[in-house]
């Protein structure tokens, strides 16, 4: 595709239940990024993915949180018994070379709000 | 784990002007990398300097780093108003896997 992919844009949804974000990297990035952004703040790390080497799970915030990477392409971040807490703005990116060595593409976010 | 670290908060400017930013990290890095974030949604890639490189241009757009101090500025010449936005470095981090941002620069320019 022409860019990085996230679907929904947006998602509302009641407090306790789950939320799969979806996330379609450029074609052939190895390196795939999983941010979360609160209002008017920074991007937090959650998770990176690297090939097919074991993902950096040590920004995920709590055991809620889940992603994974299927085939080194798509990824879903899959949140549990949603919070209000975890209204943001995820953000995927994904990037050809990884461990923050080269340029990445993020796609538009999905701006998640926990009612 | 938080890398970077952005200074100011906010900036702003008239037309013109030229704007500085300034970055500070903590642990040794590779490279970094600025990005551009308009209206809170996807971040836009902006120029990337190596550890052994000292300065870097790109447009208006002119990067410095000294890796003695741990910190890189962004200048940004004959600011327009076009270019009203947020301003976050990158690094990797300390295991050398992921990219991780700093808070970020808000920058106004009015005309």
């Known amino acids: 595709g022409a860019g990085v992919s996230q679907s929904p844009s947006n998602k509302v949804t009641e407090k306790g239940k789950d939320v799969e974000l979806r996330c379609d990297p450029i074609s052939g990035h190895t390196a795939l990024y999983w941010y979360r952004q609160s209002l008017g703040q920074g991007l937090e790390f959650l998770i990176y993915f690297q090939g097919n080497s074991a993902p950096d799970k040590s920004g995920l915030p709590s055991d809620r949180f889940s992603a994974e990477r299927t085939g080194g392409s798509v990824s879903t971040l899959t949140i549990q018994r949603t919070q209000q807490e975890d209204s943001a703005v995820y953000l995927c990116?994904?990037?050809?070379?990884?461990?923050?060595?080269?340029?990445?593409?993020f796609g538009q976010g999905t701006r998640l709000t926990v009612v | 784990s938080q890398q970077g670290e952005e200074d100011p908060q906010a900036l702003s400017i008239q037309e013109g002007e030229n704007a500085t930013m300034n970055c500070s990290y903590k642990?040794?890095?590779?490279?970094l990398q600025w990005y551009r974030q308009n209206s809170g949604r996807g971040l836009v890639h902006l120029i990337l300097?190596?550890?052994?490189?000292r300065e870097k241009h790109s447009g208006r757009l002119r990067v410095t780093l000294d890796t003695s101090k741990k910190s890189s500025s962004l200048l940004i010449t004959a600011s327009r108003a076009a270019d009203t936005a947020s301003y976050f470095c990158?690094?990797?981090?300390?295991?050398?896997?992921?990219?991780?941002f700093g808070k970020g620069t808000t920058l106004s320019v009015s005309s």
């Open positions: 300097i190596r550890s052994n490189e």
């Open positions: 642990t040794s890095i590779n490279n």
């Open positions: 990158a690094t990797d981090d300390q295991a050398g896997t992921a990219l991780i």
């Open positions: 990116a994904s990037s050809l070379i990884g461990r923050g060595n080269g340029e990445a593409f």
